[in-house]
């Protein structure tokens, strides 16, 4: 039974692969442009053209922030509310983390549309003071008047993967062997060095498991992100300049008007972000098994 629910899995993965590829094709002949580099996107154009480049960097640069600014935040509420937080105030915030995943990811596109990016403007011009030499944190009001920009986007999306990551990092330090902490005390370590010597690194195959499972879903978030991006299929390097698309966007933005072109156009967009997924899973797999700890 268990070797069948397997191989009906990995039938489903085949056929969903084995359609996308079915129907990307005949688009994919008739593009007048090259597919992985083209930043336009007239698939239904008299020739089309059109590309993922754009698609493709926005995609990976706000999933990216997404997961530096989520992860140490998620792994740090994680261990507070394990070994820091008092037992009556640990159950509740682990409630109150929980219940973060199952709000819907339309309300947190609303929240950064009408609230988070009109506030922003202080952090990046503070950001632009510190750190605008790197040129990609470089800010010019003109160029986002609204701050509907990847930062914005990626802080987004770290919001909305951070539940997800601290949940599962939470059971995962809960299941270190006791017996790997109270050595650790015994040798006179403190609560610090305990976690710092026994629980991270016993838990480090855990976090990463979570830290992947949160970038998929930053991955193909679709509303937040359409909602915080402004349609610009020009690559710029900038952070908080207003403009860009996902993978996702792109989707939901183009299908309804999509013509038969358009539309092979789009599922060969979706069949990049399906290999995409699997890529990243696959590397998360081969990661995790490098830092098990036996």
């Given at each position: 039974m268990t070797a069948a629910a397997s191989g009906v899995v990995l039938l489903t993965m085949a056929a969903i692969t084995v359609f996308l590829i079915y129907r990307a094709v005949p688009a994919l002949r008739g593009n007048a442009a090259n597919f992985f580099t083209e930043q336009r996107w007239d698939a239904d154009g008299t020739p089309p053209r059109f590309g993922i480049a754009a698609a493709f960097y926005f995609t990976v640069l706000t999933s990216a922030i997404a997961i530096v600014l989520a992860v140490p935040v998620a792994v740090g509420v994680a261990l507070f509310i394990n070994y820091y937080a008092p037992r009556r105030l640990s159950s509740g915030l682990g409630y109150m983390v929980e219940l973060l995943a199952a709000v819907p990811s339309i309300v947190y596109g609303l929240w950064g549309f009408t609230f988070l990016a009109p506030h922003l403007t202080g952090l990046v011009s503070w950001l632009d003071r510190w750190f605008g030499w790197t040129i990609v944190l470089r800010y010019r009001p003109e160029s986002a008047p609204n701050n509907y920009s990847p930062l914005t986007?990626?802080?987004?999306?770290?919001?909305?993967?951070?539940?997800?990551?601290?949940?599962?990092?939470?059971?995962?330090?809960?299941?270190?062997?006791?017996?790997?902490?109270?050595?650790?005390?015994?040798?006179?370590?403190?609560?610090?060095?305990?976690?710092?010597?026994?629980?991270?690194?016993?838990?480090?195959?855990?976090?990463?498991?979570?830290?992947?499972?949160?970038?998929?879903?930053?991955l193909g978030e679709t509303l937040a992100v359409t909602m915080l991006l402004s349609t610009a299929f020009a690559i710029n390097i900038h952070?908080?300049?207003?403009?860009?698309?996902?993978?996702?966007?792109?989707?939901?933005?183009?299908?309804?008007?999509?013509?038969?072109?358009?539309t092979g156009a789009l599922i060969a967009a979706g069949l990049c972000l399906f290999l995409l997924t699997l890529a990243v899973n696959f590397a998360a797999n081969v990661i995790v098994r490098r830092n098990k700890v036996a």
């Open positions: 986007a990626g802080i987004v999306l770290a919001i909305m993967i951070l539940p997800i990551i601290c949940s599962i990092s939470r059971e995962v330090f809960q299941r270190v062997p006791r017996e790997q902490i109270e050595a650790a005390q015994a040798l006179g370590a403190y609560r610090w060095e305990t976690i710092r010597m026994a629980v991270l690194p016993l838990g480090r195959a855990g976090v990463i498991s979570a830290s992947i499972l949160g970038l998929g879903r930053a952070f908080t300049e207003t403009g860009g698309v996902t993978f996702a966007s792109i989707i939901a933005l183009k299908y309804g008007e999509a013509g038969p072109t358009g």
